[in-house]
């Protein structure tokens, strides 16, 4: 996951918004969650970036059906 965030260049906020939103058959953590909601609520820049990035893995097919 580390060299796909460095190839799509990802940033920050939206390699946690896609570890949040894995195929892993685990929830994330309380902790990885409750960074994206603080980025969420303190900056309309975030949440905006935040939404889109939820938008795409929404609309993922295919392998990816598990991204949200």
């Given at each position: 996951?580390?060299?796909?965030?460095?190839?799509?260049?990802?940033?920050?906020?939206q390699?946690?918004?896609?570890?949040?939103?894995?195929?892993?058959?685990?929830?994330?953590?309380?902790?990885?969650?409750?960074?994206?909601?603080?980025?969420?609520?303190?900056?309309?820049?975030?949440?905006?970036?935040?939404?889109k990035?939820?938008?795409?893995?929404?609309?993922?097919?295919?392998?990816?059906?598990?991204?949200?």
């Amino acid at each position: 996951r580390i060299l796909s965030k460095v190839l799509d260049s990802y940033s920050d906020m939206q390699a946690k918004v896609r570890f949040a939103t894995s195929n892993d058959p685990w929830s994330p953590s309380g902790a990885a969650m409750n960074k994206l909601l603080k980025l969420h609520i303190t900056r309309k820049y975030w949440f905006i970036k935040i939404m889109k990035m939820i938008d795409k893995r929404l609309n993922d097919h295919g392998k990816n059906w598990r991204h949200v």
